[in-house]
């Protein structure tokens, strides 16, 4: 029986929000001052008075425009080395180390960007399907390519990477209501079941 594993990454496998952990290891001295600045806007998407793609991108860029991808992508990886035992649930990774990933197949499903879900992904032998960063000339642009890889766009994401592939179960977990078309779309779900 070949299974696909769907996991969401933000506060299902980990304890925290690793876009803000990210940024403020990134850019200590400049986290503060940058997440103030957002504050306004962080209310109105809460609010749904904003789109949180842009907002999202637009703290991003504010952090990491124009910055060389090879830093980036070392930066990440040191971030994943220092911090991955504080940011992960010992459940979750428990879980996934179990899985038989020879024979069927895991995904990191998150709208997180792919700079620093990478090493993560790739620690636990799964694909990556996030939010795909944006460079021009070896410089991160301050944009996406696509879709913030959240809501309906997850589904529509599994479904690309998976064509052509045959699976007789899908198993999906997440933890918000980003994760529920993912967890609809799937033949069995869990919800915050590593919390």
């Not at 990774?93 to 038989?100: A, G, P």
């Not at 694909?127 to 390519?145: C, D, E, H, M, S």
Request: charged share 30%.
């Amino acid at each position: 029986m070949k299974r696909l594993y769907c996991f969401d990454f933000d506060g299902t496998l980990t304890r925290k929000d690793t876009m803000f952990a990210f940024l403020k290891y990134y850019q200590p001295r400049q986290y503060y001052f940058q997440f103030l600045k957002f504050t306004p806007l962080f209310i109105l998407v809460k609010l749904k008075l904003a789109d949180a793609a842009k907002v999202k991108q637009g703290f991003i860029s504010a952090f990491l425009k124009g910055k060389k991808e090879e830093e980036l992508r070392r930066k990440a990886q040191f971030f994943f080395e220092e911090k991955h035992s504080e940011l992960l649930r010992p459940e979750a990774v428990k879980f996934i180390n179990q899985l038989d990933l020879e024979h069927n197949k895991g995904l990191l499903v998150t709208a997180s960007l792919d700079i620093w879900t990478k090493p993560f992904a790739h620690h636990f032998n799964l694909q990556l399907v996030a939010t795909r960063a944006g460079f021009f000339n070896g410089k991160y642009a301050g944009t996406f390519i696509g879709e913030n890889c959240n809501g309906p766009e997850k589904v529509n994401r599994i479904l690309k990477e998976i064509q052509g592939e045959k699976f007789d179960k899908t198993i999906a977990f997440g933890d918000t209501s980003g994760d529920e078309p993912m967890l609809s779309w799937a033949d069995e779900s869990y919800y915050r079941y590593f919390n």
